[in-house]
């Protein structure tokens, strides 16, 4: 069993170490002739230099029904032909393909290409997650991400609820920059004590976020 | 004498055969919609085109929606991408349910593929041939 990787570049470049160390027989398929040369000199796989939407490149390649067929290009019409032209033509059992456009992963289920690997899909996931796991209203990065302004509502069971500022175990790298109690909005000291239903505005480093948000709301 | 229906069709690519194409139809009171990612390929378009264009690129689904595609009587892929075609061919059938769906297929090592899923074909390489074919027997037959 081998594992053809068509197009792409340094995906196709990591995908195709990581398989090479597990033991694996990787073939490349690459337009790009320079890309292919360099490939030939790094990597212990079989590389050959073509369009891998045209059938006759494939051909070229021996693929046989048991081989893994993974489309990496960054265009979703040239995975589609790809991995159509393994399934139909070829007969290959298993066929990936890497889908750019989230949307398009519907149509590729509906054509029967149903091992998709939605990249923008993947990452909106987990960082949706990341966002969904606490109440926040608003985030938003400054200074090119160094900084965070999140936008949280206190609510029923955070351990901040009847706590003075200045006992709330935040990092050097947080602060609590406003709170706005039923529409009057100020300024806190270290003497202020947080109530349900206030909306605090606060400014921390991206690298204190999670604990800051934990001492807010005591959620993991 | 009865008038023919009025089609809704949208083509994709606005190059010299798509802008031609939808100026007969148009010419021929059919609704029609021309879909390219360059926008200044519209300029092939005839005067007398007065359907719409739109810009964008129609392997976005948002951009086949934006143009009502699930409405479409006839769906033509003529960009000169054999691979895009068949993507926008498959949307527009499978997905949309397009009754006619016709694509241009350079390649004609392709045509299986386009045709395992009923997507009716215009190959320029071998409308060429056939025509060099009828042409030489023509030359052959007056020698005769």
Redesign the interface.
Known sequence: MKVVLAGGKKITYYLAKNLISKGMAVTIINKDKAFCEEMAKTLKALIIHGDA????VLKKVEIFDNDLVVALTN????N??IC??AA??LKVNQVFSLIN?S??E??FR??GITNTINMSEIFTGVIEQRLASYPIINLMPFEEGKALVIQIEVEEGFPIVGKWLKDLPFAEGALVGTVNRKGNVFIPHGDTVFEVGDRLLVICLPVDQTQTLQAITGWD | MSKRKSWYAILIGSGRFGARLAGKLSNEDHSVVVIDKNESKFENLPLEYTGFTIQGDATDIEVLKAAKVQKADLFLALTDDDNTNFFVSQVAKVIFHVPHVISRVYDPANLPLFHEYKIETITPVLLALSTANRMLEKIAEEEK
Not at chain 1, 53 to 56: A, D, G, V, W, Y
Request: zero cysteines; charged letters at 40%.
């Open positions: 939407s045209n059938l006759s265009r979703d019409q040239d589609l032909i159509e032209l139909r033509v456009d949307e398009n519907q149509i509906e054509l």
